[in-house]
């Protein structure tokens, strides 16, 4: 058989009433469906059964092109996109989430661009909904451009670059699969927040990067959707959980001492830094305990932190804070007194 073009993998998890929508669309795609397979993974749904009719619904309506797969344990997304990107076999790879949907040029246009580019990654934006029904339009803008990653300089300058337009989400990007299987490239698996440890990795490997200036992704902001629902408690530190496997993971390849300052400052931003503000946002109270593992975290893994050239380049009232709790002796007063402090710098 001819490989096909993409791959587009879907984890879906008690997403019964979405699906109709978001295969919808990708059924629509102008690149044709002879061009692309739809894995369609189940992770363990709990919904008496009504994820997976839904899923092997499609699969017998259209067998050259939708794949089901059924995992017996819940993975949570990322998991369950690493099951579909190992039966991917596609040239290239998509992902997009159940509750989401591509518009009907998004695969034509994003794939186009990797080819006449020769781009390991096409990246392209998105736009927030909050029903169902919204009608997206393509939007196109005048920012297309190529990132050419030839030297470890430029690299480490775009492991830097988190923007509106480069961004460290997993969905709205096409990716070179044969780069993703050599590299065996993969997501956190049983943790929310896990897509930087795909896309970080990702960065690392690619050659080329090609950002398409067009609006081709929906997200559904729907109520059981991850910042909406109530993960404070449960996976209260899961970003975090997700940055030290990223961390532990590019140490055995090799390349957290090739771009030490880099991956110190993004560990400590967004791994570290994030997870603070993210709890503080959702009314949460910061425990001693949990500052002083904050502290431990950060000294035991970078111990220089304090020197990184970047923090001391881009700093602010918030990184300053940040600074200051490694060198405090953490009180129930003083933990009182952090909290306030770093709701005033957010």
């Keep these: 058989m001819q490989m096909k073009k993409v791959s587009v993998v879907v984890p879906c998890y008690n997403a019964g009433m979405y699906l109709d929508k978001c295969i919808g669309q990708l059924l629509r795609q102008t690149i044709g ?19 997976r009719r839904k899923i092997m619904e499609y699969e017998h ?130 943790l929310m927040f896990e897509e930087p440890s795909f896309v970080v990795s990702v960065r690392l490997y690619e050659r080329r990067h090609y950002f398409l200036d067009e609006k081709l992704y929906v997200w559904y902001l729907s109520s059981g959707s991850t910042m909406r629902s109530s993960w404070e408690e449960k996976h209260r530190w899961d970003n975090l959980r997700v940055w030290l496997c990223l961390i532990k993971d590019l140490s055995a390849r090799g390349l957290l001492e090739r771009y030490a300052e880099e991956l110190e400052y993004q560990f400590w931003s967004w791994g570290l830094g994030l997870s603070l503000m993210m709890l503080l946002q959702k009314g949460c109270i910061l425990t001693k305990e949990e500052l002083k593992l904050y502290v431990d975290i950060t000294l035991q893994l970078f111990p220089d932190v304090r020197e990184n050239k970047y923090i001391g380049y881009a700093a602010t009232a918030w990184d300053y804070m940040l600074l200051n709790i490694l060198d405090m002796e953490l009180t129930d007063e003083q933990a009182g007194l952090v909290n306030q402090l770093l709701k005033d710098c957010m």
């Design 61 to 190: 309506r259209y067998p050259n092109t939708v794949m089901a797969v059924f995992l017996e344990q819940n993975l949570r997304q990322g998991g369950a996109r690493n099951v579909g990107v190992s039966c991917a076999g596609g040239e290239y790879l998509c992902f997009c989430d159940a509750d989401d949907w591509l518009l009907e040029e998004a695969l034509e246009h994003s794939y186009l661009a990797a080819k006449k580019y020769d781009a390991d990654v096409v990246e392209f934006r998105g736009e927030n909904v909050k029903e169902r029904d919204a009608v997206v339009e393509l939007k196109k803008g005048d920012g297309d451009r190529l990132k050419e990653l030839d030297t470890e300089e430029k690299k480490k300058e775009f492991l830097l670059e988190v923007t509106e337009q480069i961004t460290y989400g997993s969905q709205q990007k096409l990716y070179r699969l044969s780069m993703i299987h050599e590299h065996q490239i993969a997501f956190a698996e049983h």
């Design 33 to 51: 469906v002879e061009n692309m397979e739809i894995i369609l993974v189940d992770d363990a749904s709990t919904d008496h059964g009504e994820t």
